[in-house]
C-alpha cells in the first residue's frame, strides 16, 4: 500500500481538500491492486464490522471509509517525517553557510564532508522545498571548496617561487664555502642567511632538503673559520714542504736552504 500511495503526493491530497473532493483515483487504484480483496476480506472479518446480512454496497461503502482512514493515516505520517527531514537538512544548512568564509582549510574541509555524509543518510523532503533546500546547501559547499582550491593553487605557485629562491642561496653559499677570504665571505654568508629567513616557506616535501643543503654549505665555511689559523699554518707549511722537496723530484742541486731546512 505505501507504494501505491506514494504514486500519489501531497498535492493530491491538498487540492482533494481544497475542493473536497473525494479521492475516486486513490480509491480505484487500491481496487486494481492484486491483494485489494484480500484486504477487504480482512477488514470484513474484524469483530465490529457490519452484519453478515447487510447490503453490498453499505460494506464497500465501510471498507472504503477504513481504507481512506488507512491512507490518510498514511500520508499524515509521511507528512509529518517529510516535514522532519526538512528540518534536519535546514539545519545542516545554517551550519554549512557558517562555514563558508572559513580559512581554517583542512578542518572545515573535514567538517563539511561530514555534513555532507549526514545530508545522504536523511531521507526525502517536501518535493515543493527538495531543489530550494538542496540548492541552499550546496552553495556554502561550492563556495568554500572553490576558494580552497584558489588557495591551494596560489600557495603551490608561492611554493614554487619560493624554492627557486632559496636555490639560488644554496647555489651562492656552495660557491663561497671553500673560500679563504675568511672575513668578505663570513659577511657574504650572514647576508645569504638574512635572505634565507625573509624568503616564505616551501612545500614540506621538499623543505628539510633545501634547508640541509643550504645549512651544510654555511657550515662548512664557518667550520673552516673557526679554524682558519690552524689552516693558514698547514698551507704555510704545504708550500714550503713542496718548494723544499721539489729539486729532488727533478734532479737538482740541493739549494743552500735545504741545509737549514733539514736542520730544522
Not at 573535514?110 to 523532503?125: F, M, S
Not at 664555502?177 to 621538499?206: H, M, P
Not at 628539510?208 to 673559520?225: N, S, T
Request: glycine fraction near 2%; aromatic fraction near 10%.
Amino acid at each position: 500500500m505505501a507504494k501505491l500511495c506514494a504514486t500519489f503526493p501531497g498535492e493530491y491530497w491538498r487540492e482533494k481538500d481544497r475542493e473536497r473532493a473525494y479521492p475516486a483515483e486513490v480509491v480505484r487504484a487500491l481496487q486494481e491492486a492484486p491483494w485489494w480483496d484480500e484486504m477487504v476480506t480482512d477488514i470484513v472479518e474484524t469483530p465490529d464490522f457490519a452484519e453478515p446480512d447487510e447490503p453490498p454496497e453499505q460494506i464497500l461503502t465501510y471498507a472504503r471509509d477504513v481504507v481512506k482512514e488507512r491512507v490518510d493515516a498514511h500520508f499524515a505520517q509521511q507528512a509529518e517525517e517529510l516535514a522532519e527531514n526538512l528540518r534536519r537538512k535546514e539545519a545542516l544548512c545554517e551550519q554549512a553557510e557558517a562555514l563558508a568564509d572559513s580559512t581554517s582549510w583542512v578542518k572545515t574541509a573535514d567538517e563539511l564532508r561530514r555534513l555532507q555524509a549526514e545530508w545522504k543518510e536523511i531521507g526525502p523532503v517536501p518535493r515543493a522545498q527538495s531543489r530550494k533546500v538542496w540548492d541552499r546547501f550546496r552553495k556554502p559547499c561550492d563556495d568554500f571548496f572553490t576558494r580552497w582550491q584558489q588557495h591551494r593553487h596560489l600557495r603551490s605557485q608561492e611554493w614554487a617561487r619560493n624554492l627557486a629562491l632559496k636555490e639560488a642561496l644554496c647555489e651562492k653559499a656552495e660557491s663561497l664555502q671553500d673560500s679563504t677570504d675568511w672575513e668578505a665571505t663570513a659577511a657574504r654568508l650572514k647576508q645569504l642567511q638574512a635572505e634565507w629567513r625573509q624568503i616564505g616557506a616551501v612545500k614540506k616535501s621538499r623543505s628539510e632538503a633545501i634547508w640541509r643543503r643550504f645549512r651544510g654549505a654555511c657550515d662548512h665555511f664557518f667550520d673552516r673559520y673557526k679554524h682558519r689559523d690552524a689552516l693558514a699554518l698547514q698551507a704555510v707549511q704545504a708550500g714550503a714542504s713542496e718548494y723544499v722537496l721539489k729539486p729532488f723530484s727533478i734532479g737538482c742541486p740541493v739549494p743552500v736552504r735545504l741545509t737549514w731546512a733539514t736542520r730544522a
